[in-house]
Every structure is written in C-alpha cells, then in structure tokens.
C-alpha cells in the first residue's frame, strides 16, 4: 500500500534520491566500494562534497557574491552556538518565534547579550510577530524563516543594518527569497535536504573574523571554509544524498518550479482546513507557512475514526508536536500534490460522517 509521508522531519525524500543513495551505499560510482566505506579525501568523495557546495549556492543564487557553502555536523541546534560564536562581540538581537528560536536564544546568552527584538510567547507562537522596532548596533538579527512547530512562516523580513542570521532548516530551497537578503543562513538536512548528520551553513565571508574572542576550530567557520568543508570527516552519507537532492531539485526547475508545487498543495490543504467545520486551523492565516499546516479537531471524540481513517489512507506522520497538539501536515519539497489530495479526501470524509 502506497505511504503519504507527512512528517515532520526526517521527512520524506525524492523516491530516486533514495535508490540512487542506495545504490551508492552498495556501490558508488562502479567502484566496487561503498560510499560509507572509502575514504572522504578520495577523488570521487571530494568531488561530491565541492558539487553539493556548488549546487547549495547556484540554487540559491548566491553564486560569486561573496559566500561560501558548508556541510557540517551538529545539527542546526550546534548552528545555535557557533554563529554566536563566531559572531557576537556585546549584543545580537533575537525574534523569539518559538521553541527552536527560544534554544537559539539560550545558547547566544553564553556569549552576550541578547535583545528579543520581538516574540509571539504570548499565544504559544501562533503568529509571527510584526512592528517590532530593530534596534541599532546588533552584532546580527538572529530569526527563525519557518516554524516547524507551530506552522508560522515569515513572509515578509526584518530589515536591519546589522548581519542577518536566518535558521531555514525547514523551509530552505521551498520557496523564492532574494537569499542575499540573509548573511548567514543555516539549516539542518533532514527536511528538504536529505538524511539527518549534515548541517547546510551559507555564510557571507565578509562577517567573519570580527571577534575578538578565540574560537575553538570546529566552531570556527573560516576554519571550516579553508579547508574545504574537510576540516574533520563530514557525514559523507548525509552530504552525498544532499547532494542528490539537489541535484533532483535543479532538474525540477530550481527553486521556482518546486515553489509552485509547494504552494498548490498549501492552498489544497489550508482551503479544506477552512471550509471543513471539523477541523481548526492552528497558525494565523497570514502567518501561514507552506511547509507545515498545523490544525486542531473542533470536536475531540472524533480523534480515533480520523486517526483509523488516517492509517487506512496510509498517511504517517500526522501528529502535533507535543507542545502544541492536534495535526500537523509537514509539506515538504517531496511530497506529491497527490499526497496531499489523499489527506484532504480523508478530511472531506470526516466531515461526511460528522
Ligand atoms: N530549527 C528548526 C526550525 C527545526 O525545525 C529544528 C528541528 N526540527 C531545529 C532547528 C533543530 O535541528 P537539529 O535537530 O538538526 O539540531
């Protein structure tokens, strides 16, 4: 039976991505020798890790305006420390919009002070916060572009003098964005990327060195960009299907094309969301992100015929977040506009026999 993959990371990949991984776990490029067992300074791996930093770039065209792509590991939540590391001299400021920012903020007060420029703690981050004055003399402006959690998206970006430090790890390569906007971007791989263990950081080189502290080297991004992204063993696994990804998001169309997908199965969703008196959205409407779609049954003891429904259509993945509750739809790159037709199907059906 066919699976609707909806969660919320790891998450579902491009079917091809997998068998080609796959294969190359068996067998990478006819060696004879698997991907996991050759070393990362070989010809072919090297070759991997310097088109997955090309791709990363040209999708997001950052192309030779002065970044530099990395594939490191520590998940999003070491990105936390290691931008305040490399970046905070006295104060950066923060928009607290929810738990993921809030542990961004914990980590940046080891190293200075943290203005919250703006937070949405008030309703449990269901909104983005707006008219939020950006003070003067951050170190950086540190936000959240998607709120995996609560299915907030900013739509529109602060604007500031200082460096902007956006963690993407659930809506990067989801949607056009003027990316030089952004002085450092960074996203963990496990949603639109690939497998969990590889962090993508973007980082515009002319922010870096202006610390006066001594940075430890695996937390030192020009550490990291002289040598290639080969500093110490990268996940060669997580960097390679990355790699593929990419790869498949290029053929696609890029970015452009993936986002009109991306936002027909958001319209397909939010409109059944909003017309079926079964269900609740969560999120404000015009904070709405196109990636996750958190929404609530209006009457609770229908719980158990939708999750039975829900198992008979094959959808996996549907439960909130244990701080919010209810559903939770992620919607990632790879996830089919069928998908979501199937789950939206499912929903009409409640609404039949509600
Ligand atoms: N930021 C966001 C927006 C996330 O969704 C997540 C995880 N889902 C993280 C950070 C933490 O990522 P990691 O587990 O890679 O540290």
Redesign the pocket.
């Known amino acids: 039976m066919k699976k609707h993959n909806f969660s919320?990371?790891p998450c579902i990949l491009p079917k091809e991505v997998i068998i080609k991984a796959s294969e190359a776990v068996m067998d990478f490029n006819g060696s004879g020798l698997s991907l996991i067992e050759i070393s990362h300074r070989s010809k072919d791996f090297v070759a991997v890790m310097e088109n997955a930093r090309s791709l990363a770039l040209e999708l997001l065209d950052l192309k030779d305006k002065g970044y530099k792509a990395l594939f490191l590991q520590g998940?999003?939540?070491?990105e936390f420390l290691r931008v305040a590391n490399n970046l905070m001299e006295t104060k950066a400021g923060y928009l607290n919009t929810g738990t993921?920012s809030d542990k961004a903020i914990k980590e940046a007060k080891l190293y200075g002070e943290v203005v919250e420029v703006g937070s949405s703690k008030d309703e449990n981050y269901k909104y983005i916060p707006k008219g939020y004055a950006v003070p003067k003399g951050l170190d950086y402006l540190h936000i959240?572009s998607?709120?995996?959690i609560y299915g907030t998206q900013f739509k529109k970006f602060p604007v500031t003098d200082a460096p902007l430090v956006c963690?993407m790890?659930?809506d990067i390569f989801s949607r056009q964005l003027d990316f030089s906007k952004f002085d450092l971007i960074y996203a963990?791989a496990?949603k639109n990327m690939g497998p969990?263990g590889a962090?993508l950081v973007v980082v515009k080189e002319e922010i870096l060195g202006k610390v006066s502290r001594t940075i430890p080297s695996m937390l030192d991004y020009q550490v990291h960009i002289s040598k290639d992204s080969m500093f110490n063993t990268p996940s060669v696994f997580a960097v390679y299907t990355s790699m593929l990804t990419l790869e498949w998001l290029k053929k696609l169309g890029g970015i452009a094309a993936i986002e009109e997908i991306n936002e027909k199965k958001a319209r397909l969703l939010y409109s059944e969301i909003d017309l079926n008196p079964v269900f609740k959205g969560y999120a404000n409407t015009e904070d709405r992100s196109i990636m996750n779609a958190t929404f609530n049954l209006t009457n609770e003891s229908l719980k158990s015929t939708f999750e039975s429904l829900l198992k008979e259509a094959g959808i996996n993945g549907l439960n909130g977040h244990r701080s919010v509750g209810g559903y939770r739809a992620s919607m990632y790159n790879a996830l089919s506009l069928e998908s979501v037709g199937v789950l939206v199907d499912v929903m009409s059906e409640m609404e039949r026999k509600g």
């Open positions: 919320a990371g998940g999003a939540s070491l993921w959240t998607n709120n995996t963690d790890s659930s963990g496990q969990a962090t």
